[in-house]
């Protein structure tokens, strides 16, 4: 359960943050507004999808691409659905088409969500560092979730040895060691 927790609250929180950071709906104190309510409605379709036996539904970053192509409201994830619907007749034609083929797609994807990368304070080592390692983590272990991980950690030791803790706070620490656990450090 707490391994499930922290995939689904990281992955969706990510993806969340990068789609809103894209579609200009940060606050101007770079937080987003009523995330509460899209992690609501993010744990609801994971606990309905898991009653129905199916894998649980949640946000994707692809979603930047129909952010940054004029979606901001709830009509265009309805639209994909039903182009998503029409498109399981036509599932056959697709298998047919060789991976490599879908690979300019994926790279604009990325481009999309290194665009952020731009913001952050490169000049300081205890900043740049935990950002790096997010940022190759993620693709590297397959998951936004254990990238974040591997940010937190990093984060936190980076932030002790330096002798900065007055930057950390209690929840830092134990979301931190949490981590660890969780990626089973202790368990090797």
């Known amino acids: 359960i707490f391994a499930f927790l922290f995939v689904d609250l990281f992955d969706n929180s990510g993806t969340l943050i990068g789609v809103a950071k894209r579609a200009g709906l940060m606050g101007k104190d770079g937080h987003l507004p009523k995330m509460g309510r899209a992690l609501i409605a993010d744990s609801a379709a994971a606990m309905f999808g898991s009653l129905l036996g199916a894998s649980a539904p949640t946000s994707y970053i692809e979603s930047a691409a129909g ?6 409201t709830g009509l265009t994830a ?21 991976a490599f083929a879908t690979a300019p797609a994926l790279f604009f994807i990325a481009v999309l969500m290194t665009s952020g990368l731009a913001e952050i304070e490169w000049d300081d080592l205890t900043t740049a560092a935990p950002v790096l390692v997010t940022a190759l983590a993620m693709p590297l272990t397959y998951s936004i ?8 950690i990093t984060w936190t030791v980076i932030k ?4 900065r803790t007055r930057e950390l706070n209690s929840a830092l620490i134990v979301l931190s060691i949490l981590f660890v656990i969780k990626l089973g450090w202790f368990n090797a």
């Open 145 to 152: 979730a254990n990238g974040i991980a591997f940010g937190f």
């Open 67 to 72: 952010v940054s192509a004029g979606g901001r």
């Open 78 to 98: 309805v639209v994909v659905a039903v182009l998503f619907l029409l498109a399981l007749f036509f599932a056959p034609l697709a298998g047919s088409v060789p």
């Open 160 to 163: 002790l040895l330096s002798g």
